[in-house]
């Protein structure tokens, strides 16, 4: 068994053929992480007791005739994700010593289907930022070239999927977090609908924008997985109660009778000459896979990061106004006189900058006086960029674009800059704002050895649609050497 | 120079909702259980957790507004107002803003000059409640069970202009949503707060004067008399020149004086916006509709319609309607046993005073409004007298059953046959003799013993009325 390269199917066919255990599994996960992460730095937690456990729990189960879709199979999690009894830190100081108490719905969906949780990935604090250089609590390196970032904010899963260490992880994707590292390290990341996966349990970023999401090093992986998670959930009021196909019955095919748009706003100054070369080959494969290519335009595109950072930086000022130190995590341990006072403290200590920047921005839009300005202005433009993509799937049935405009960054080179570092998600955010779905897939590396992805966009609620384009190009990449 | 000012009071009043749940959780709604028993990751902010709407407390906020003559807003929006507080789990609180549940609506107040006085409401809104701090020496603790729990916050125009208006509308306002069954109102239990905002102007000025903010009144009586304290102390500041400060106060209910807690440089930004969390609330008109056509009568409608259908007095007609279930009780009663009248004497002495006496409401003793009628029924019938009616009442509003059944069965039947009468009257009269000399003398007093002593031989059955009458007779007869 090959960790490095062993597909969350093959995992499965192999545990229903006997031909290992769960316990065999998971042990060469843990001892792939053993081998790598010490340079690559992609989990925060892992424990092997416990994981071990698990897994024995699932071969026991198994024996004992139980056939769930992913029984034994260990999976990486994003260290945002609430799983029962393990720390859920979000990289964060605030949230040191904190165990979940509950399972968030994703994993129990995914617990109930047999899956192991082997471990806690690294992540830029709160999901906030483009590189993952935003933890509190460790650098994590981009196993294709390890001085530079793995992207981020779900850096940690991606490079754990990349890097051999995981089969398959869980991301979250406020603005691109789970797309733009999956591009940045070479696995596959899916995005769904708004509303398609729950959110409960998923310490929030920002509401309206934030979805879960499977990274995997397949396609065909990436719809096993959404197949367990999705649907409705009666905790997660914006769920919508509509059926989740089986996406993975559904691949296969070539892409006859599809037509694909491509956004000119996507394809213009400020990419990367070999991103832009890589992403027109993937083009050219998805037009030899029998889809037709279309032009589109998506005008509102230049206001989406703006758009996109006053929400976000909204929602997020006030879901994170609950880290106080009254009930959990740390407290400041620097005497207060009064609540106030043990707040201040505790925050200040608690969080990095970037989360501070985005609170203090947050804070900012929605005061009075400003709110008007800022906030009632952003769900405008919002309201626009949804229309722009209800017009652009009218004539086409999904979109082709790069994820990211630029490999994966030298470690340190967006640090101190910003603004800079949020121009980086700005292929990706769009579908954030219009509640669509996306994926990564992986279109090659560029001469220095660093991968490129191939963002695919579809309508909300379309991804079937959207894996089986991804399935096809997927195919058509591997058929060519 | 002292002079009268006009009052403006506007009242925020808070009402918890009667649900078993709280507002986004499954967690009960317990009152007094131990501290932080009845909490679970939503209810305490946890990381991840997010609010699913309780449907039943928007439907007791949708029947109170109609029941106010509120508009229902079709389309309602929760939203997030933020501020940092340790009884708040989120430090930001889910409401109502800009598109609250119910708006306008009225309640009409009684005046004390018997007049009736419309007071406007501006909305009626859903929002969660906080938690609670304890502070103890040495150490403050918060207990979460009451975050979350559905409060309704009706607010008013500045419409109100006396303590004694702001303490009928609250009693107004209480009856009305006891009827509707909408809360317990236990004023005890905190199912009802209020914050007060009062104004002073003098006569002749068109605007409002500055106002001061009372918080966290949690009684009627509370509210009446810190307003007093209030309407006095501003009234005062005025007289000597002095200007009124914008601020907030609370009343010192051991001292009785308002006391200032923060100025009006300490206001927050909440900085509303749009809870992403919860869908709007849309409610389909014609579920509108259905509510609104099982609305009961409102308590002073209802006043007025039983002084006039069953022609009772006033007095009687308020304070049956005052209390739905009580009013439910007198009608059933009435319609049993025929006259209103009679009905609503029993009820407004006899059943209420043993209503008070065992601590039981009509809802909960076992005097059916059947048994009543029954019973007033035999007394009409003269079958028995009104003290054997008086003992049976009281026997069958602690333990039920039929009192015609009794009356059968222990054969309490009133005695009016001559013969036997007679005996006893015979046997009492030599049993007495002073007193029938006394009698003969013309001391009234001494009928009034002789006829109670005729009760007492027949253990209570004898007719009292024709034993006073047989009684008479031998006096003529003697005299004669
Ligand atoms: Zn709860």
């Known amino acids: 068994m090959d960790i490095g390269s062993l597909t969350v199917r093959a995992a499965i066919d192999g545990l229903r053929k006997r031909q290992f255990s769960s316990v065999e599994l998971t042990r060469a996960v843990l001892d792939a992480i053993m081998a790598r992460d010490g340079v690559i730095g992609a989990y925060l937690w892992v424990d092997e007791a416990d994981a071990l456990k698990q897994a024995a729990a699932a071969d026991a189960a198994r024996a004992g005739g139980s056939d769930g879709l992913l029984l034994g199979v260990p999976l990486a999690i994003k260290d945002i994700l609430n799983v029962e009894g393990q720390p859920c830190t ?123 999401g499977p990274m995997t090093r397949t396609v065909e992986d990436a719809s096993l997985l959404l197949g367990v998670m999705g649907g409705r959930d009666p905790r997660d009021a914006t769920t919508l109660d509509r059926a989740v196909p089986d996406y993975a019955a559904a691949l296969g095919g070539d892409l006859t009778g599809l037509r694909l748009g491509l956004p000119k706003e996507y394809f213009v100054t400020g990419l990367d000459p070999e991103v832009a070369r890589l992403v027109q080959d993937a083009v050219e494969a998805c037009r030899r896979c029998g889809a037709e290519i279309v032009e589109v335009s998506l005008p509102h595109t230049e206001y989406a990061v703006a758009t996109y950072y006053i929400l976000a930086s909204a929602e997020a ?107 980086i998600d700005i292929f990706t955010v769009t579908a954030n704002l219009a509640g669509i779905c996306g994926i990564a897939v992986p279109c090659g590396t560029t001469r220095a050895g660093l991968p490129v992805g191939l963002q695919v966009l579809a309508p909300a609620f379309e991804e079937g649609t959207l894996l089986r384009i991804g399935h096809a190009y997927e195919q058509a990449r591997e058929a060519r050497p | 120079m002292k002079q009268t000012y006009r009052v403006s009071i506007g009242l925020e009043v808070h009402i918890q909702l009667k649900t078993q749940t709280k507002l986004f959780c499954g967690c009960a709604t317990s009152f007094g259980a131990p501290p932080n028993s009845c909490v679970c990751p939503v209810c305490l902010g946890y990381p991840g957790a997010m609010p ?45 803003y800009d598109k ?3 708006l306008d609506g009225t309640i009409d107040i009684p005046l004390t000059d018997g007049g009736r006085k419309p007071i406007r409401l501006i909305r009626i809104h859903l929002e969660e409640d906080v938690a609670k701090s304890m502070h103890e020496a040495g150490w403050s603790g918060v207990d979460f069970n009451r975050a ?92 000597a ?106 009820i407004m002495t006899d059943v209420l005073r043993l209503v008070t006496a065992h601590e039981t409401p009509v809802t909960a003793c076992a005097l059916t409004p059947d048994a009543l009628g029954e019973l007033i029924g035999l007394v009409e019938a003269q079958t028995i007298n009104a003290l054997t009616a008086k003992e049976l009442l009281e026997e069958v509003f602690l333990s039920g059953g039929s009192p015609a059944e009794q009356v059968r069965s222990r054969g309490l039947a009133q005695v009016s046959d001559s013969g036997a009468l007679d005996g006893w009257i015979d046997a009492v009269m030599q049993a007495h003799p002073k007193s029938v000399a006394d009698w003969k003398a013309g001391k009234q007093a001494a009928a009034g013993f002789l006829i109670g002593q005729v009760m007492k031989a027949s253990q209570g059955k004898a007719d009292p009325k024709r034993v006073g009458r047989l009684l008479g007779e031998r006096l003529a007869q003697q005299n004669g």
């Open chain 2, 52 to 96: 699913v709407m309780n449907r039943e407390a928007v439907r007791l906020t949708l029947v109170s507004g109609l029941m106010l003559g509120c508009s229902i807003n079709t389309t309602s929006t929760f939203d997030r107002k933020s501020y940092f507080y340790p009884d708040m789990p989120k430090n930001y609180q889910i409401t109502q």
């Open chain 2, 100 to 102: 609250p549940l119910c």
């Open chain 2, 241 to 346: 020149g002095g200007r009124i400060v914008q601020e907030t106060r609370r009343w010192d209910v051991d001292n009785g004086v308002t006391i200032h807690m923060r100025s009006k440089e300490d206001a927050h930004d909440y900085r509303y916006f749009a809870e992403p969390d919860l869908l709007p609330i849309v409610t389909p008109p014609d579920q509108i509709d259905a509510w609104r056509r099982s609305l009961p009568e409102l308590p002073a409608v209802r006043r007025e319609r039983l002084a006039r259908q069953y022609d009772i007095p006033d007095y009687d007609a308020a304070v049956l309607a005052a209390d739905r279930a009580l009013a439910d009780f007198f009608e059933a009663v009435a319609q049993r046993c025929g006259t209103g009248k009679t009905a609503s004497n029993w």
């Open chain 1, 90 to 212: 979000c990289a964060s100081k605030i949230l040191a010593g904190y165990r979940a108490p509950y399972d968030a719905t994703v994993i129990a969906r995914l617990r109930e289907a047999g899956a192991v949780f082997a471990g806690r990935t690294n992540l830029d604090e709160f999901a906030m930022g483009s590189t993952t250089e935003n933890s509190a609590i460790q650098l994590t390196r981009n196993p294709a070239a390890p001085d530079r970032v793995p992207g981020g904010s779900s850096g940690g899963s991606a490079a754990a999927v990349a890097g051999g260490m995981a089969l398959a992880a869980l991301g979250t994707d406020t603005g691109g977090s789970i797309r733009q590292p999956a591009s940045n390290c070479g696995c596959v990341g899916l995005k769904p609908s708004y509303g398609r996966v729950s959110r409960y349990g998923l310490v929030a970023f920002a509401s309206s924008l934030d979805q879960i």
């Open chain 1, 317 to 423: 000022s006030t879901n994170l106004a609950r880290f106080d130190g009254v009930r959990y995590g740390r407290r400041s341990a620097v005497p207060a006189d009064t609540p106030l006072d043990m707040y201040l403290n505790t925050r200040a200590e608690g969080f990095g900058r970037e989360v501070k920047r985005r609170i203090i921005l947050g804070t900012y839009v929605l005061s009075s006086g400003y709110y008007d300005a800022y906030y009632t202005h952003a769900q405008r433009v919002r309201t626009l960029i949804r229309r722009d993509f209800d017009e652009a799937f009218k004539r086409c049935d999904a979109l082709l674009t790069p994820v990211s405009p630029d490999p994966a960054y030298l470690i340190g080179a967006t640090a101190e800059d910003p603004l800079k570092a949020y121009l």
């Open chain 2, 148 to 239: 979350g729990t559905p409060l309704m916050e009706i607010v008013t125009h500045p419409d109100l202009s006396s303590a004694d208006e702001a303490a009928a509308f609250l009693t107004a306002l209480r009856q009305i949503l006891l009827y509707v069954g909408v809360s317990a109102c236990n004023l005890e239990e905190g199912n009802m707060r209020c914050d007060v905002n009062v104004s002073l102007r003098p006569p002749g000025q068109d605007t409002l004067g500055t106002k001061v903010e009372l918080k966290n009144m949690n009684t009627i009586s509370g509210t009446h008399d810190a307003l007093q304290y209030e309407i006095e102390r501003q009234s005062a500041v005025l007289d």
